[in-house]
């Protein structure tokens, strides 16, 4: 079963940057499309970003512009570059391969005000 381990969150002020990182523990971006999602304090889980195994792009109208998703597939690892961050993208944010049930721990992204 493939792996998925998020990294690179922290604490930021407002108008930051930060770059998540998703490894998969194979190479799994080929077959699947991958999301970034987030989930902030009191809400349901919401897909941010998603790249599929085409290279196709999408993004949440709230990020749009800001976040860029990507990936290595010689490194198997999914990005998430975030700039000129607000204090509402605080969440814990997960990678997920869509269609399977392959979650990350998550990475929490905290932006102060």
């Known amino acids: 079963q493939v792996q998925l381990v998020e990294s690179g969150g922290g604490l930021v002020q407002a108008g930051g940057s930060l770059r998540l990182s998703c490894a998969a523990s194979a190479n799994i971006f080929t077959i699947y499309t991958m999301g970034w999602f987030r989930q902030r304090p009191g809400k349901q889980r919401e897909l941010v970003a998603s790249?599929?195994?085409?290279?196709?792009?999408n993004y949440a109208d709230s990020v749009k512009g800001r976040f860029t998703i990507s990936r290595d597939n010689a490194k198997n690892t999914l990005y998430l570059r975030m700039n000129s961050l607000k204090p509402e993208d605080t969440a814990v944010y997960y990678c997920n391969a869509f269609g399977t049930a392959t979650w990350g721990q998550g990475t929490q992204v905290t932006v102060s005000s």
């Open positions: 790249l599929t195994s085409g290279s196709i792009t």
